[in-house]
């Protein structure tokens, strides 16, 4: 019996130990439990504060996106500020060209009043023409048609020859057979040398003129020529061994379309009369 009492006592400290720790575990978690409510008003407090900074932040923001426009509008201003800079300087820059271009042709019309005043005389005045009214290119009676070297389609190095070499003393006037309208003037070191091409008025033929004398030249492109104006001075410019006037004659136009070089021998015979 005492045995069973002391067996119900033990039991009894073991039910109390083992209800101690229930006990505290749950007096513990009641404020935990009570606390719950603690964090709604903590929050709530927060969310005054939150309010505030909001306020404080969307002010912020405001006058982050004001200076962010200031300053777009300032570089829109600065670019627009550099395009007009750069337009200014365009159209001085254009102005200054123009004024340079005036300057240059004024200064050439000048040189070539220059050089026509210069110019020596054509030595034959009387101007020999055929009955197509067409003068001899090479002014005077001292010059020469060459041999066979010198013929239309004669053997070049590379190519054949497409016109007819008439040589004379250099310096003799090269004179328009027609009347006409001058299309190029042109150098070209390795070949033609100093050259005009002139389309003839009224017909379907250029005639160029090739190693004129550098400097001798008169005319200039667009320019109308009457027959028998001396052009330039007979020269060796670019590939050529001695005082000589390469002459052709297209019919169609000087490398143009359709435009082919044709024999100008018969030509020059006709117009030396
Ligand atoms: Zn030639």
Same mark, same amino acid.
């Given at each position: 019996m005492r045995r069973f009492a002391l067996i119900l006592a033990t039991a009894a400290v073991a039910l109390l130990v083992a209800a101690a720790p229930a006990a505290a575990q749950s007096t513990y978690t009641s404020p935990a439990g009570g606390g719950a409510g603690a964090p709604e008003t903590d929050s709530a407090g927060t969310g005054g504060a939150s309010a505030g900074m909001l306020e404080a932040e969307a002010k912020a923001e405001a006058e982050r996106k004001a200076a962010a426009k200031r300053r777009a509008a300032a570089k829109r201003r600065a670019a627009a500020k550099r395009r007009a800079a750069v337009a200014k300087r365009r159209a001085a820059r254009r102005a200054a060209a123009r004024k340079r271009a005036r300057a240059k042709a004024r200064a050439r019309a000048r040189a070539r009043a220059k050089r026509r005043a210069q110019a020596p005389a054509a030595p034959a005045p009387t101007v020999p023409t055929d009955a197509t009214g067409h003068?001899?290119?090479?002014?005077? @009676?001292?010059?020469s048609l060459g041999g066979?070297?010198?013929?239309?389609g004669a053997g070049r190095p590379g190519h054949i020859h497409q016109g007819q070499d008439v040589s004379a003393a250099l310096g003799t006037p090269i004179l328009a057979p027609t009347a006409g309208t001058v299309r190029y003037v042109k150098f070209q070191?390795?070949?033609?040398?100093y050259y005009i091409v002139l389309a003839g008025a009224g017909e379907d033929r250029d005639y160029v003129f090739m190693?004129?004398?550098?400097?001798s030249i008169l005319v200039e492109p667009g320019e109308t020529v009457g027959r028998g104006e001396q052009i330039a001075q007979m020269g060796s410019t670019?590939?050529? @061994?001695?005082?000589?006037l390469h002459f052709e004659i297209w019919v169609g136009g000087?490398?143009?379309?359709g435009g082919k070089p044709v024999d100008p021998l018969p030509f020059l015979l006709a117009w030396r009369g």
């Open positions: 003068v001899f290119p090479v002014a005077g @009676s001292n010059y066979p070297d010198s013929r239309f070191a390795e070949g033609a040398g190693h004129l004398r550098k400097g670019g590939r050529s @061994s001695g005082p000589h000087w490398y143009v379309k």
